[in-house]
């Protein structure tokens, strides 16, 4: 062949092909392109209001902060106030999520608590904590009788108010059901203000969840009978002091909430949520 033919025949299939290529989006009967390229997801939109927990309110903001930068067209708002609170303002319908530590029929009538649906979101593990003074007079474990002696008004302690559902969890694991005594002076329900209320007084004793227990917080935790409140002993079975996390909506959510729901429970934010201290639910 000589070479004129033979380039000439070349240049024929590249355009054969060209026009190949040119077709393969061309759409079907159906209106959908053939090679899938024009199939597109329409970004959310829309608002996101929940209250509730504190001990959950963390790892709900940095989820929500990540949830956001996939879907910057949803505004999420997040408010603390106690289990109670966030029970109360959901089954009202002021809010589209009540965070809660324990479950609706704990704080609700029956019948408000029906109308709710518990989408459950994670493992909270809720740790004593004491005074760094504390800890240096050798204090790194105590029995659940000695707890249960401190924190039913034998020795004074840092409380929370009886909507607390970090409470209602504390009393029931870690006190065996005894009634907390109240210390009006020294009561909160916000884990925060808690723990800084630990932190700066002398003798001080109180409880928090192990989310707030990730950086240097000043304060030291305590075993009970031995054994270290960490994610790994909850998660085998041995630390008792543990419960679920609730998200709870009035009914099934939109599609807004529902897709939060689903972020925050993935799998693809579970490393996440350990490395803040809560636990993956399917592990226990």
């Not at 997040?78 to 999520?97: F, H, N, P, R």
């Not at 504390?170 to 723990?195: C, I, R």
């Amino acid at each position: 062949m000589k070479l004129k033919k033979f380039i000439a025949m070349m240049a024929v299939t590249a355009m054969v092909a060209g026009m190949a290529t040119g077709c393969g989006g061309v759409k079907s009967d159906s209106g959908s392109d053939s090679t899938g390229s024009d199939t597109k997801t329409e970004s959310l939109s829309g608002t996101i209001t929940a209250a509730g927990s504190s001990a959950l309110k963390p790892l709900a903001d940095d989820a929500a902060d990540s949830f956001l930068n996939e879907n910057p067209d949803v505004s999420i708002t997040i408010d603390a106030g106690g289990s109670g609170e966030g029970l109360k303002q959901v089954s009202e319908g002021t809010v589209d999520i009540g965070n809660s530590d324990v479950a609706a029929e704990d704080k609700l009538d029956a019948d408000k608590a029906k109308e709710l649906v518990d989408h459950q979101v994670c493992v909270i593990t809720m740790a004593p904590i004491v005074n760094e003074d504390v800890a240096k007079a050798g204090v790194k474990s105590l029995t659940k009788d000695q707890l249960i002696s401190i924190f039913t008004g034998k020795t004074t302690n840092v409380t929370r108010p009886g909507s607390s559902g970090t409470r209602a969890t504390f009393q029931k694991y870690a006190l065996d059901g005894n009634e907390e005594a109240s210390n009006a002076s020294m009561e909160t329900d916000d884990s925060g203000v808690l723990l800084t209320n630990v932190k700066d007084t002398k003798g001080a004793i109180g409880y928090v969840a192990l989310s707030y227990l990730t950086g240097d917080a000043g304060v030291e935790t305590v075993a009970i009978d031995g054994v270290e409140p960490t994610l790994e002993n909850t998660y085998s079975g041995e630390y008792p002091v543990w419960t679920f996390e609730h998200m709870y909506t009035k009914g099934e959510p939109n599609e807004v909430v529902s897709a939060f729901l689903d972020y925050i429970t993935g799998d693809k934010y579970g490393s996440q949520m350990e490395k803040l201290g809560y636990g993956v639910s399917s592990k226990m």
